[in-house]
């Protein structure tokens, strides 16, 4: 590079020098390599910035639920709803005798493993190699397993204190998620579970993931087999509320149709009953999410963690003492209907979208208590890992009001002053801040707005608590790193996160953490492989761009009505076209995902001649599933963003697992889900939808086919598939 004789070369009648022509290379190689790297950050930005804008979405959905418990808590009239025990569960009296499980038969056809307690070393063999050939274990070993892992974890301290003057090395992984190849793949890399090979696992285990059952019933049986080697880490999907979204109550529905209700059951207890932290020698702390200025392990580890069933439910005689509850309950969120008018913080000429009620509570607690780790609240998205939240331009200047609260978001009554909160709301909130927290480069401590829960705590916070209990380390999970594991706060705080392919096939690695008597972590990467191995890194960049664009594209059109509003304000002469910034305004305000939409332009819409955006370009490379003329524009459009939340309901209410509910339930629960998210819908519209999706008239509905109906689909895919269906046949 630049040293050595030069040699002069004609080309094409130009004298060109090697040395010349080396350094031409070279910068078109790092324009190269930086326009790849900003094509992956901005893809990492749009996984992160969908994933806890779905975790915003789950808050809202079991403030959905809590309305329910308090207004038609009976669906059926056949007894207690199941929504009703999945969030204030009875306890089942057969749950409670030892040989409940005794009672199912086995069949002399299962062919699975048959454990015996306390279990050998031979079951949990038994059980890798059933689980690596696709197999399912019975129901009855299921129940007995969770049983004998309940009466263990009641033993249990809070906090689990470790040595490693007893073993070389203690292994720390983090979030699984439901990934049984990144465990299969650490336990072949690292060793199996023993007195050799002690572990730390710290939360996650279960949702997003298809084999979540199959992790769980693996580190259970190897808590069961070890439990002085063996140690798990309750994380913020540990908790039975979260499983509904997620896929984890879905995925114990569908392997256990019999005995599902039992199981589930048996795992609210497990999660709650989980410890809550691990310290290994005295100097490292172990959580699954992180601290707020609040936390102290003292009381931490004296407090009834069974009694905080779901983080996500804030307590209730807390909200009957604030007196504020039933005024939580009429102020709802009108996400699909939001108006557009101007800001304040704008220019006369210069309109802006307005913020929605949410928007406006949130914006307003965040700015108005930053200091304060209790003060998270559900707010606008996005920063990036280890930075404080930057509030959107249009959350400013926001008057707050106390009406629009909503209940149980985590650490929603934030800004209520409560002179001295009771014994159990305290317990609550160490909880809630262990499991939700995230760490920020900025000093002090303020509302997690990227996720609507727990706090970000600073650099000081963390050299705070450190000092204070004589720790040098704080090791903690609930965020994913693309390269598996991330430091921060000068080193004293690390980040581990073990499922690898988390967003997308090759979008980022796993990892686990070492730990001897040095105290000193090594970092141990791996990538579970089935194709990333062929590709080039820019074909795993394109290949992870492109899904995240269409998980984009999809929030594009969920949103389409009150976007559209938001165009139109600006395109006051019908051009069909707006200003690049007036439609990355309008983006940032409508779907309160912060993402370089500049950058992100020439992926999501189309520019006219004269360098303005068409923006109903934004949607048309989208479509609905199955059109349903019947629907009303408004209806359809709730439909869209709320689908989610409208399965999780339906499969709720789908006790036998038939895929069909009776067009009066349909009825009865769209009129109350309209009515608590305030979308303004006529009960004539809804019961036309009703009669319309009741295809053989038989007074039920196939949800499945509806909910097809009502999922985005690509119109590109839909064209490939049909040119693949012609070619093949």
């Not at 993931?209 to 999907?237: Q, T, W």
């Not at 019999?258 to 932290?277: G, M």
């Not at 790193?481 to 980040?495: A, N, P, R, S």
């Not at 939409?597 to 599933?625: I, K, N």
Request: contains cysteine; neutral net charge.
């Amino acid at each position: 590079m630049g040293c050595g004789t030069s040699v002069a070369t004609e080309i094409q009648g130009k004298k060109v020098e090697t040395g010349d022509a080396a350094i031409l290379i070279q910068r078109w190689y790092r324009r190269y390599v930086a326009r790849l790297e900003m094509r992956r950050r901005y893809t990492w930005n749009i996984f992160q910035s969908i994933e806890y804008a779905g975790e915003q979405d789950q808050l809202q959905l079991s403030s959905f639920f809590s309305f329910m418990l308090d207004n038609f808590t009976q669906l059926n009239g056949n007894g207690p709803d199941l929504i009703s025990q999945l969030l204030d569960p009875v306890v089942d009296p057969w749950l409670d005798r030892d040989t409940c499980y005794n009672l199912i038969p086995v069949p002399e056809s299962y062919t699975g493993p048959r454990l015996s307690f306390p279990l050998s070393i031979s079951d949990t063999n038994a059980l890798l190699s059933a689980f690596k050939e696709q197999q399912t274990l019975h129901a009855r070993y299921v129940l007995q397993l969770l049983y004998e892992t309940k009466k263990l974890l009641k033993q249990m301290p809070n906090i689990i204190h470790l040595s490693t003057s007893y073993t070389k090395e203690i292994t720390i992984c983090g979030d699984l998620h439901g990934r049984l190849d990144d465990l299969l793949l650490i336990f072949y890399k690292n060793g199996l579970p023993s007195a050799e090979t002690p572990y730390v696992f710290n939360g996650d285990f279960v949702d997003r993931g298809k084999k979540s059952i199959e992790v769980v019933i693996l580190l259970f049986a190897y808590l069961l087999l070890y439990p002085d080697y063996m140690h798990l880490n309750r994380g913020n999907h540990e908790d039975h509320i979260m499983n509904l979204r997620y896929g984890f109550t879905k995925e114990v529905m569908q392997k256990y149709k019999t005995h599902s209700r039992e199981i589930l059951q048996l795992f609210q207890d497990i999660f709650s009953l989980l410890p809550v932290a691990t310290v290994i020698d005295g100097k490292i702390l172990i959580v699954h999410g992180g601290i707020s200025e609040q936390t102290d392990l003292d009381f931490l580890s004296s407090i009834e963690r069974h009694k905080v069933k779901s983080a996500l439910r804030f307590p209730r005689h807390s909200l009957e003492q604030l007196d504020i509850s039933q005024s939580s309950r009429q102020t709802k969120i009108m996400r699909s209907t939001d108006s557009f008018c101007s800001s304040s913080s704008h220019s006369k000429n210069q309109k802006t979208p307005n913020l929605s009620r949410q928007d406006s509570a949130t914006s307003t607690s965040s700015s108005s208590s930053s200091s304060s780790s209790s003060t998270s609240s559900l707010c606008s998205p996005r920063t990036p890992s280890c930075l404080s939240p930057r509030p959107s331009p249009s959350s400013l200047n926001v008057p707050y009001n106390i009406n629009v609260l909503q209940v149980p978001f985590l650490d929603s009554l934030s800004s209520i002053s409560v002179p001295s909160p009771p014994q159990h709301e305290r317990e609550w909130k160490q909880i809630v801040d262990i499991l939700w927290s995230d760490p920020k480069m900025q000093e002090g401590c303020s509302p997690n707005t990227f996720r609507g829960g727990g706090c970000y705590f600073g650099p000081d916070i963390t050299q705070r608590l450190l000092l204070q209990h004589g720790l040098q380390l704080l090791i903690r999970s609930h965020e994913c790193k693309q390269e598996g594991y991330e430091l921060c706060h000068g080193g004293q705080v690390i980040t581990i996160f073990s499922a690898s392919n988390y967003y997308e096939e090759g979008s980022n690695r796993g990892a686990y953490i070492k730990v001897g008597r040095e105290l000193v972590p090594r970092f141990y990467q791996y990538q579970v492989s089935r194709t990333t191995r062929r590709l080039t890194l820019t074909q795993r960049v394109r290949a992870a761009e492109g899904s995240a664009l269409k998980a984009l594209k999809e929030k594009l059109f969920s949103h389409r009505t009150e976007l559209m509003a938001g165009f139109q304000q600006y395109d006051q002469n019908n051009t069909g076209t707006v200003s690049v910034s007036e439609w990355a305004l309008v983006l940032e305000a409508g779907l309160r995902l912060d993402l370089p939409w500049r950058t992100l332009r020439p992926h999501l819409s189309r520019l006219a001649p004269d360098g303005s955006v068409e923006y109903q370009s934004c949607f048309e490379d989208m479509g609905p599933g199955i059109p349903l003329p019947q629907v009303t524009p408004n209806l359809a459009d709730t439909l869209f963003r709320y689908r989610t939340d409208i399965e999780i309901i339906f499969n709720i209410i789908d006790k036998d697992h038939s895929g069909l509910i009776s067009t009066e339930e349909f009825r009865n629960t769209w009129r109350l889900f309209s009515a608590h998210l305030g979308v303004d819908i006529d009960d004539r519209a809804i019961d036309d939808l009703a009669r319309s999706i009741d295809f053989n008239k038989d007074g039920s509905i196939d949800f499945t086919e509806f909910l097809e109906a009502f999922r985005v689909v690509h119109k590109l895919d839909s064209k490939d598939q049909q040119f693949n269906g012609k070619t093949f046949q």
